[in-house]
């Protein structure tokens, strides 16, 4: 037997067993559909204070897909610092929905880029249905999403545990619960820099990272900060400026030692190439980027010009977590505590063993209702 005759032969086998059991047509179904949309309000453990604002409770949009019996769950996470809230996310999704209802979800890469034309902004209600799509996708090849993507799941990073800015006493509790996680983010850029540092260093000897949400304003304070930050174990500063000021951070890197990561400053792909020169990586969100799809595009271009890859989270539930989860074998860090950070988590899915990310197992994102 000559090698086309091969190949001929494994052709016909491989359509003629396709047909024979079922797949072709499973992949084919289109029953009824339909997209619910609720607002859910997540309480935080403790009141949530970062430096632009601070929060007892997040109100975030919950998606439910249904098709041939399969549920593919989603999550919004809206954010006051992208123009975001969760009545106009519930409205951006109403206007999809038609759309939504009538795709074929198989199809998920035309999908996203239909979903990019319905929404134009408000970047959390895309990243609400790319994920739910991607879920019932995932349910109905019955595989975890890492799988679907090609992933290593025993590649999954160490995530940090966020210490909010509070007062020392508080500071000093957060960082004992936070006890079973190897690395801390830690949140400045008010008045009270030092006195957040040294009271962490008074407990701890963690590695730490250190994040201002552009909390320092002129590039001869963020350089200061920096220096005093290098002798304190600090590992990477993120987003020390303003989003703006892409010249004076250049201008700061030249100066210091640690790695410097944009958050506030790059949202998706197209924001990438103009901040290589300025930062050492990039924070990828799913609520910035519109969902894991678009995140994998900005992981590969990050990789090619050489950037650090950090993949974060706003505060969401174990849905919007578990989503980034699944593709966070791709990433150099990550900051995905932000269901560990709530009291009511509607989901579970991923899970955290000695601060690294366990994957569920389950098929598509691998998150069930709390019952
Ligand atoms: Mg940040």
């Not at 005093?228 to 303003?242: F, T």
Request: neutral net charge.
């Amino acid at each position: 037997m000559n090698n086309s005759t091969t190949r001929r032969g494994f052709f016909k086998t491989t359509a003629a067993s396709l047909m024979a059991s079922g797949i072709a047509g499973r992949y084919q179904s289109q029953g009824k559909s339909t997209m619910e949309v609720k607002v859910q309000r997540l309480n935080l453990t403790h009141t949530w204070t970062i430096s632009r604002n601070s929060s007892d409770f997040k109100d975030n949009v919950f998606v439910r897909l249904t098709r041939d019996g399969i549920t593919g769950w989603g999550e919004a996470a809206p954010n006051v610092r992208y123009g975001e809230s969760a009545q106009e996310t519930v409205s951006k999704l109403e206007a999809a929905r038609s759309a939504i209802e009538s795709a074929n979800w198989l199809h998920y890469t035309d999908l996203k880029a239909r979903i990019d034309e319905l929404i134009t902004d408000e970047s959390c209600a895309k990243a609400a249905l790319d994920i739910a799509v991607l879920d019932w996708v995932g349910k109905k090849f019955n595989q975890p999403l890492f799988r679907i993507f090609g992933l290593d799941p025993a590649r999954t990073p160490v995530t940090t545990f966020s210490i909010g800015i509070d007062t020392p006493d508080v500071v000093r509790q957060k960082v004992k619960e936070a006890a079973a996680f190897p690395v801390l983010k830690i949140k400045v850029g008010l008045k009270n820099d030092q006195e957040m540092l040294e009271t962490v260093r008074s407990v701890t000897d963690k590695p730490l990272r250190v994040d201002a949400n552009e909390g320092w304003k002129t590039k001869e304070e963020a350089l200061e900060k920096i220096r005093w930050l290098e002798g304190l174990g600090v590992e990477l500063i993120e987003q020390p400026l303003p989003s703006a000021m892409l010249e004076e951070t250049r201008w700061l890197r030249e100066r210091v030692n640690m790695p410097i990561l944009a958050d506030e400053a790059v949202k998706t792909t197209r924001d990438i190439p103009a901040l290589s020169s300025a930062f050492d990586g990039i924070n990828v969100k799913l609520m910035k980027s519109g969902g894991p799809q678009e995140a994998l595009t900005m992981i590969k271009m990050a990789r090619a010009l050489g950037m650090k890859i950090m993949l974060g989270c706003m505060i969401e539930s174990s849905v919007a977590i578990a989503a980034a989860a699944q593709i966070s074998p791709l990433v150099d860090y990550a900051d995905l505590d932000g269901n560990l950070l709530i009291s009511n988590d509607p989901f579970k899915g991923s899970t955290v063993e000695k601060g690294k990310i366990v994957l569920p197992s389950g098929p598509g994102l691998g998150v069930e209702p709390v019952a």
